[in-house]
């Protein structure tokens, strides 16, 4: 079955740019027609969506992050990236991938295991 | 977009019911039959309880149930059991330009 897996450091400084990658293994990332999302939660805190982006290419940010938000694919290694720039200690939090389906609105019906980000110098 | 509000606590003993609150806007829960409920144990990531306002997805038991009426949405956990012992995540579309918003979470304790 189609298992999501995120990947990338754990600790970034402040200022620079967070880079994680959601590997998608059992599956095609473009086969089908699925939304690709990042979802991410600070400790003890609740859920909050980053962006997604479709099997096609195009993404869609949420409004209060959009400025620094960058979410692209590589079909060649079946990934699909997160990039949050200028990262403050705001941004530390779990950062999970999450599958959804057009139609769907919003059902996240596949996650990753979560992969914690600190931002910290 | 603000966070749709839970409350930040319930619990019930086992056998009994639970249920817990979703209160959004007209713009989010109120203007739309997509609220999703995710079930989230300790350390771990949520899982798909309850879409589009009352549907479960195939496994997750008839326990769980959902309604809305209004701008709030409920999740009602029916028969409670220790494994139910979870923090509970409501969301919502809000929009094309919005998208998603989450909620600010329940933690369900099983007395």
């Known amino acids: 079955q189609v298992q999501l897996q995120e990947s990338g450091p754990g600790l970034v400084k402040p200022s620079q740019t967070l880079s994680l990658t959601c590997t998608v293994s059992g599956g095609s990332i473009s086969s089908g027609s699925y939304y690709w999302s990042w979802i991410r939660q600070p400790a003890g805190k609740g859920l909050e969506w980053i962006g997604r982006?479709?099997?096609?290419?195009?993404?869609n940010y949420s409004p209060s992050l959009k400025s620094r938000v960058t979410i692209s694919v590589d079909t060649s290694k079946n990934q699909f990236s997160l990039q949050l720039s200028s990262v403050t200690a705001a941004d530390t939090a779990v950062y999970y991938c999450?599958?959804?389906?057009?139609?769907?609105?919003?059902?996240?019906?596949?996650w990753g295991q979560g992969t914690m980000v600190t931002v910290s110098s | 977009q603000s966070a749709l509000t839970q409350p930040p606590s319930a619990s019930g003993s086992p056998g009994q019911s639970v249920t817990i609150s979703c209160t959004g806007t007209?713009?989010?829960?109120?203007?739309?039959?997509?609220v999703s409920w995710y079930q989230q144990l300790p350390d771990k990531a949520p899982k798909l309880l309850i879409y589009?306002?009352?549907k479960r997805p195939s496994g997750v038991p008839d326990r769980f149930s959902g309604s809305k009426s209004g701008n709030t949405a409920s999740l009602t956990v029916s028969g409670l059991q220790a494994e139910d012992e979870a923090d509970y995540y409501c969301?919502?579309?809000?929009?094309?330009?919005?998208?998603?918003?989450f909620g600010t979470g329940t933690k369900v304790t099983v007395l």
């Open positions: 969301s919502s579309y809000a929009g094309s330009n919005n998208l998603y918003v």
């Open positions: 007209s713009s989010d829960v109120g203007g739309y039959n997509y």
């Open positions: 999450a599958r959804s389906s057009p139609g769907s609105y919003g059902v996240f019906d596949l």
């Open positions: 589009e306002v009352s």
């Open positions: 982006l479709y099997t096609s290419g195009s993404t």
